[in-house]
């Protein structure tokens, strides 16, 4: 695929494969239920099965046809904070800690930053990046964070990762990652459109990562997401369209693109795409499926593998628990486990929220209850806040004058303000420090509680 858009190289079915399928498996059944606006898809069938996809799901009949009736006002809005939802659909996890999942193969990057090859560097970044989508097909929804909440993560492959909650309405998350090779930064603030029983989720960011040993700094703009039959039918998640991760030190850049699903899962997870130099000439090829593993190979100007070489597989998907009922990996679980919080953990950590640890516990009335709770007690800390004509600070991040322009929207540009580095160099160091029980701690995530001792 050369810079012309008109050579016909390795992947030549690549670019119509998105439009083929983008609609192909999409069926409504208007009338066969009684509801109107209704599309269910069932991402291993084909067009035909719609009306039994549809009686198929995690919601009991009343459940279903309650919900659905207060959803239907809010079709065509972005309804990322505006709506209360059951506990029954959340897994165990908030959307600070969900955002650490990309740390699962943060060993990639430490081979971006030791390799020589320019392109194949970006291989290994590119690979990195692909690689949390499949944790991202869990079906289940994340906590949104209370403002002011943070997680941590230490003791995996090197690193230390800090989110924090930097805005509620917008909901907004900044997050920190670094080790000897390299730092990682984003500003993320999602956006929905509710189509009934779908919802695209865009990834509003700006991810930037600066490999140490060179300094060079890439720029990652992910693919839209679509969460398929959310009410009626089998929940279902598909990425569809481009990946694009920008060397901005030297101008190469990897272009990838997933496939949408298409009848009976033709398609489904493939991603395909190329490594280009400055010149936009294709040097190395990508292949393989988000949900398995990605392979690379040399390839000439017309984006043909060079004779000689061969496939290479670069990821591959870790082993998985069996049968876990919030389809979570392993790193999942030491996500929520504290065996990866710091000596000292700020009362303000996802891990500590009540609610979420009764939903880890299987007592779904009382993360319920949990959940009304801490939300009421925000709108109380909002209240107060602005009594006093006091405006929320975040903690670790500092808000810059920088605007991004994304494809879907402009975003404000929050920095990692390097406060938390000192705190973990002192806590660390110190020797008075005693080993808490941290799961006694309670969570305490709001501006202006007495913070002292932190």
């Not at 929905?192 to 989720?201: A, E, I």
């Not at 398995?292 to 017309?302: I, K, L």
Request: glycine share 6%; with cysteine.
């Amino acid at each position: 695929m050369s810079k012309d858009s008109e050579n016909k190289g390795f992947f030549a079915a690549m670019s119509s494969g998105l439009s083929m399928f983008s609609n192909a498996m999409h069926r409504s059944v208007n009338g066969l239920l009684g509801y109107e606006n209704l599309e269910v898809i069932n991402p291993e069938g084909g067009e035909g099965d719609a009306e039994e996809e549809a009686r198929r799901g995690r919601w009991k009949q009343e459940e279903r046809d309650s919900y659905w009736k207060m959803m239907q006002k809010y079709i065509g809005a972005d309804v990322t904070s505006m709506v209360t939802l059951p506990v029954i659909i959340f897994e165990p996890m908030t959307m600070l800690q969900k955002m650490a999942e990309l740390m699962e193969y943060s060993h990639l990057l430490d081979q971006a930053d030791q390799c020589e090859d320019p392109y194949l560097r970006l291989v290994y970044a590119a690979s990195w990046a692909i690689s949390v989508y499949y944790a991202y097909q869990r079906t289940w929804k994340p906590f949104n964070p209370i403002l002011g909440e943070t997680y941590e993560m230490v003791n995996h492959n090197g690193i230390t990762f800090l989110a924090e909650q930097v805005s509620h309405h917008p909901p907004m998350s900044a997050g920190h990652c670094e080790n000897e090779h390299f730092t990682y930064d984003i500003t993320s603030k999602l956006k929905t459109k509710f189509l009934g029983n779908s919802c695209d989720v865009y990834p509003v960011g700006r991810t930037r990562v600066t490999l140490k040993r060179d300094g060079v700094v890439l720029d990652l703009v992910p693919p839209p997401t679509k969460v398929n039959n959310l009410i009626f039918g089998r929940t279902w998640v598909d990425s569809l369209g481009e990946m694009i991760l920008t060397n901005l030190t030297t101008g190469d850049k990897v272009v990838l693109y997933f496939q949408p699903c298409g009848w009976f899962g033709a398609g489904r997870y493939e991603v395909d795409g190329y490594v280009y130099d400055a010149n936009e000439e294709p040097k190395m090829l990508m292949t393989g499926k988000w949900s398995e593993s990605m392979s690379y190979q040399p390839c000439d100007a017309e984006g043909e593998p060079l004779p000689g070489t061969e496939l290479k597989e670069v990821w591959r998907v870790a082993d998985v628990p069996p049968n876990d009922k919030f389809q979570y990996t392993y790193f999942a679980h030491k996500i929520n486990s504290f065996d990866t919080a710091p000596k000292k953990l700020l009362p303000s950590d996802s891990r500590l929220r009540p609610d979420r640890y009764a939903l880890e516990m299987g007592d779904m009335s009382k993360a319920g209850a949990e959940k009304s709770s801490l939300e009421e007690r925000q709108r109380a800390e909002k209240r107060n806040r602005e009594a006093k004509g006091d405006e929320f600070v975040p903690r670790w991040f500092d808000m810059t004058e920088e605007v991004a322009t994304t494809p879907w929207g402009e975003l404000e540009i929050y920095q990692f303000n390097g406060k938390y580095i000192q705190r973990r160099a002192d806590t660390d160091s110190s020797d008075n420090i005693e080993p808490e029980d941290v799961r006694t701690k309670e969570f305490n995530p709001w501006q202006y509680a007495d913070l002292s001792g932190v």
